[in-house]
T-cell receptor
């Protein structure tokens, strides 16, 4: 079955630690996205990529980094510079850029700072 | 910045009743989309309506778009307990490029 896989489902981070969230898709989509969701709020865009080896900052990129070395993969690193990383992180992909096409979402990773 | 705002924030109805959720936005858009999110899960796309469309149907879903009022509504008819979820509208503001901006969502609870 085609889809987007995020791992792990739950992740715990100590203060000052970098952690990497995995996102893999087998939909052959060019565009991939990372969103952050906090309780009672909508999704906010962290980073997006329209093509391999290229990515752009979203609205809340500070403290995060990404790479897009393969079409199928778009990992997100939450660095120690992100002061409030506890949140639900969602990865998505689309055939073209969003707006004209629907987004397909993974099941999310819940990150907690301990 | 948050472009879309859903109303109400929460809605509780009995199974079989209709549920209506509204979304208002601030700037001109190309398209508007609705998504559903079950608790603790990813979002699932429900419907996309283009700025030149006024109404669209998909099964028990009916979406309307009024660009003059910058608003959209999602109607779920004959609701079921399985419809319990959060519902989000997402817009692609013309000045924002081809990216989606999500509202804070409406939490729908359907009681059986």
């Amino acid at each position: 079955d085609g889809g987007i896989t995020q791992s792990p489902k739950y992740l715990f981070r100590k203060e000052g630690q970098n952690v990497t969230l995995s996102c893999e898709q087998n939909l052959n989509h060019d565009a991939m996205y990372w969103y952050r969701q906090d309780p009672g709020q909508g999704l906010r865009l962290i980073y997006y990529s329209q093509i391999v080896n290229d990515f752009q900052k979203g609205d809340i990129a500070e403290g995060y980094s990404v790479s897009r070395e393969k079409k199928e993969s778009f990992p997100l690193t939450v660095t120690s510079a992100q002061k409030n990383p506890t949140a639900f992180y969602l990865c998505a992909s689309s055939i073209g850029m969003l707006g004209n096409t629907e987004a397909f979402f993974g099941q999310g990773t819940r990150l907690t700072v301990v | 910045s948050q472009q879309g705002e859903e109303d109400p924030q929460a809605l509780s109805i009995q199974e079989g009743e209709n549920a209506t959720m509204n979304c208002s936005y601030k700037t001109s858009i190309n398209n508007l989309q609705w998504y559903r999110q079950n608790s603790g899960r990813g979002l699932v796309h429900l419907i996309l309506i283009r700025s030149n469309e006024r109404e669209k149907h998909s099964g028990r879903l009916r979406v309307t778009l009024d660009t003059s009022k910058k608003s959209s509504s999602l109607l779920i008819t004959a609701s079921r307990a399985a419809d319990t979820a959060s519902y989000f509208c997402a817009t692609d503001p013309r000045e924002y490029g081809n990216k989606l901006v999500f509202g804070a969502g409406t939490i729908l609870r359907v009681k059986s």
